[in-house]
């Protein structure tokens, strides 16, 4: 194998319009080392492994390969250049075996069309062995674990011996022992196979496990690179996100006396036992990583899941419920995380959207047209839906006002909704939508007494921003319970399964 | 990310778009009225308030059972054993009528009605089993249990029923009467309801179903039931009008005439929009259709040859719409 020289990046640029999305980023990454590329969300990450792979064409700036200077790339001449990117979600052929997903596209056929079925088998080995995993060719994919299932993603880059490997947030899908396997394998790869690779990751922990040279991108440009042995964690978080003093300092929230919602003993089938309580006109944060069982949580309080061990009490009355139309009747309501898959109905109209959960409410035979108007004009009104017409199709809105649409199903004043849980309230949501839906939140809690939200993000902007008292939700196990004046760094930290050392005690 | 723009149509292109997406909403209108006419012209018979009285008791069951699989199809779901349901319930009726009279024929058949479509509703509602594979195993075995019972054909019912298969009230059959009665409620069902309104949100999101709070499930087997007694009502209607149950004809093909005329109603077969209106105008199309041309003295291969024809032009006009509405 030559010795190859790094893939170089120089003043790379890419704006989308006025907007600046990259800046002058210059990168260098070197052959066997393991390259881990971090920030926060809209820092530019995407765009970055765009413009590598040739998803994005950037707007000024080059990329140097050897001594090839490129301006950017398509697809295909990413794939030709050597540079191989592997996402969260494979694309893998389920019903295939191993060596027909290894040689997909790219199949060894005969002068008469008809594959060789042997020599890729032979060949898959081959690449299975250089990466250390074991497994039988002709095994059928969708038979294996999604460790393996990954490790044949990965396979398949490695066959085309490519000189850069992109993985983008690899482990999201993965168990505890999976991701040990696959940090294992990402090392072998470089270390033994020579391979340049860019991790891109959120997790602090795994980035300490495997990489060779950390890059922090902040506002498209690189904040800076340095060798993985001189940066602690707490660094990291500092650069990503770095303390913000609470923004919403203007929001004066009322601290109510009174209970609303008691959890006792309360396990999931991924989360607690834990005891918790939730005040009257509070707002609950939930702010866990990828994994740490934050929608198991919601989705069990709100009927959707396996019923809950332990006790869940809602205003003196202790819930039992093992629907979820059981649990809109006792007043929980959920707004599920991905709205297109999981809350709207897209061919329906905006009218038929909001009132889907009440129709068996208002009327077991003769609906009234008008008053479903009225309704629908009240609550478009106070959500500010736009446009604010009830007979487009769902799958009109733009993101925020679909999400809008979806909480207003919450809004509409027919079976009282007492605790209303979200997840992911405003993901895809533009920043005036989002401010909107806080504030509706927030109302939601003044307006009536003995109401709750509990909510669940990602996003430490949005929990600091929203909520009254964050839980820290790591693996399944409430760890702390938090005020948002902690500031994001403090909470990222804390969100860390790995064990962080810091100054501060909380 | 900008507001959408107000659902008015800005270009000329955009427009015209818009215009030409409802043309093809009148086409299937268009073409029942065009069939119409053809036959009034071809025929004297045709155009008579006798004829058109005759199309719907002829074809009552056909009626029954497209409005059942109509609602059906709209949650996402297909029963392709209707056909041979009918002649087992058809069968079970005919022997209960000799055996043990009117009570036992009718209540027989709409207990064998009401657990066929809760087995389909159990195995494919509740254990979620592909319906296809379910219902058309239903639709061989069904059959097969038909003429098992009975060999050969059973007739000669009590007066009480062929009184029901062939009496008049208003100029219109009792089973002509007993089908717009099925009509009008499944018409009401879907767009006054709650129920209703679940069946399309099934047929367009299952999981964001669920969320809300529909049962899923039970709508589902709530739906299969409705359907295996509708056959059933279907049964004792054309068994009433026969006066004898031919095990081995009775029902056959019509999963092919029901689907078709859903089909023609506009109601994808993944479900999730439709108009009843428009099913039974399907249903009105492809019985006016074989009605006609039976008066013309053409061979029915025609009718058959004819109808897979229309629907395929109307999947594609479904297609193009479907375009249209996208782009603009």
Not at chain 1, 33 to 43: D, P, Q, S, T
Not at chain 1, 326 to 344: E, H, K, T, W, Y
Not at chain 2, 181 to 191: G, L, N, Q, R, Y
Request: glycine content about 10%.
């Amino acid at each position: 194998m030559a010795a190859r020289k790094s893939i170089q990046l120089f003043d790379l640029s890419k704006s989308y319009g006025s907007v600046g999305v990259l800046r002058d980023v210059n990168l260098e990454f070197r052959p066997g080392e393991v390259h881990a590329i971090l920030g926060a969300n809209g820092a530019g990450k995407s765009t970055l492994l765009g413009c590598l792979s040739g998803a994005v064409l950037p707007t000024s700036g080059t990329i140097q390969i050897d001594d090839d200077e490129f301006k950017g790339f398509t697809p295909r001449e990413a794939l030709e250049a050597g540079i191989s990117i592997i996402y969260q979600h494979f694309q893998l052929a389920m019903t295939l075996s191993v060596s027909d997903n290894v040689f997909l596209g790219d199949e060894r056929q005969t002068r008469w069309r008809f594959l060789k079925k042997h020599e890729q088998e032979r060949l898959t080995s081959e690449v299975l062995a250089k990466i250390g995993l074991e497994l039988n060719p002709s095994d059928i994919v969708e038979d294996l674990s999604i460790g393996e299932q990954q490790g044949i993603e990965i396979a398949r880059s490695v066959r085309r011996e490519p000189r850069l490997l992109i993985l983008d947030e690899p482990t999201a899908a993965l168990g505890k022992h999976e991701v040990e396997a696959l940090l294992k394998l990402v090392r072998r790869l470089a270390r033994e196979v020579g391979v340049a690779v860019i991790y891109v990751t959120h997790l602090l922990g795994e980035v300490m496990k495997v990489a060779d040279r950390v890059s922090i991108l902040r506002e498209g440009r690189v904040l800076w690179t340095k060798r993985r042995d001189e940066v602690t964690v707490a660094d990291m978080i500092k650069a990503i996100s770095p303390d913000v003093a609470a923004t919403n300092a203007a929001v004066v929230r009322m601290a109510s006396p009174g209970v609303l919602a008691t959890f006792k003993d309360f396990e999931t089938s991924y989360c607690g036992p834990f005891d918790f309580s939730i005040n009257e006109g509070e707002i609950i944060g939930i702010y866990g990583m990828l994994g740490s069982g934050r929608t198991d949580l919601l989705e069990t309080i709100a009927g959707a899941r396996r019923h809950w061990n332990g006790t869940l009490r809602l205003a003196e009355e202790e819930l039992a419920h093992h629907s979820v139309s059981q649990a809109m009747m006792s007043g929980v309501a959920l707004v599920a995380s991905d709205r297109i898959a999981q809350s709207l109905f897209a061919s329906l109209s905006a009218q038929e959207n909001l009132m889907m959960p009440h129709y068996s409410a208002i009327a077991r035979l003769w609906r009234g047209p008008r008053k479903e108007m009225r309704i629908f004009n009240k609550v478009a009104g106070e959500v500010k839906l736009l446009p604010a017409s009830s007979t487009t199709a769902g799958s009109s809105f733009s993101g925020g006002n679909a999400q809008k649409l979806v909480l207003g199903r919450w809004l509409v004043g027919i079976g009282d909704v007492r605790l209303l849980l979200l997840d992911e309230p405003t993901q895809g949501v533009d920043v005036g939508s989002r401010a909107q839906i806080y504030n509706l939140l927030r109302k939601f809690t003044e307006d009536t007494v003995g109401r709750a939200v509990l909510f669940a993000t990602s996003d430490p902007e949005e929990a600091i921003s929203l909520a009254d008292r964050i839980i820290v939700l790591v693996n399944g196990e409430v760890k702390h319970v938090v005020d948002p004046s902690l500031g994001e760094a403090e909470l990222m930290s804390l969100a860390q399964s790995v064990e962080v050392s810091h100054g501060v005690d909380h | 990310m900008t507001p959408m723009a107000r659902g008015v149509a800005r270009t000329p292109s955009r427009l015209f778009r818009k215009i030409l997406v409802s043309a093809i909403g009148f086409v299937m209108p268009l073409a029942t009225l065009v069939l119409m006419a053809f036959f009034a012209v071809n025929t004297s018979a045709f155009l008579t308030f006798d004829n058109f009285v005759a199309i719907v008791s002829q074809n009552a069951a056909v009626i029954i059972i497209t409005a059942a699989c109509a609602m059906l199809l709209m949650a996402g779901y297909v029963d392709l054993s209707v056909g041979s349901l009918m002649g087992l319930v058809g069968v079970v009726a005919g022997l209960l009528f000799l055996k043990g009279g009117v009570i036992a024929g009718i209540s027989g058949a709409l207990v064998v009605g009401f657990g066929w479509g809760l087995m389909n509703g159990v195995l494919i509602g509740i254990f979620e089993l592909s319906p296809i594979v379910v219902t058309l195993g239903g639709l061989a075995a069904a059959r097969g249990i038909a003429l098992a019972l009975a060999p050969k054909a059973v007739y000669g019912f009590p007066d009480f029923i062929v009184e029901l298969g062939s009496g008049k009230f208003l100029g219109l059959a009792y089973i002509g009467w007993i089908a717009l009665a099925f009509a009008t409620a499944s018409i009401v069902i879907i767009s006054t309801t709650a129920f209703g309104k679940h069946i399309l949100a099934i047929g367009v999101n299952q999981r964001a179903s669920f969320l809300v709070g529909i049962r899923v499930k039970r709508t589902i087997l709530t739906l299969y039931i409705l359907t295996g007694l509708a056959v059933a009502v279907g049964a004792i209607l054309i068994v009433a009008r026969l006066d004898s149950a031919p095990s081995g004809t009775l029902g056959v093909g019509m999963e092919i005439t029901v689907l078709t005329a859903i089909l023609l109603g506009g109601v994808p077969f993944t479900g999730g929009r439709g108009s009843m209106w428009r099913v039974l105008l399907g249903v009105w199309f492809l019985t006016v259709l074989r009605n006609g041309l039976a008066l013309m003295n053409v061979g029915a291969e025609f009718t058959n040859i004819i109808s897979g024809t229309v629907l395929v032009v109307a999947a594609g006009l479904e297609v193009l719409q479907m375009h249209l509405r996208q782009r603009a």
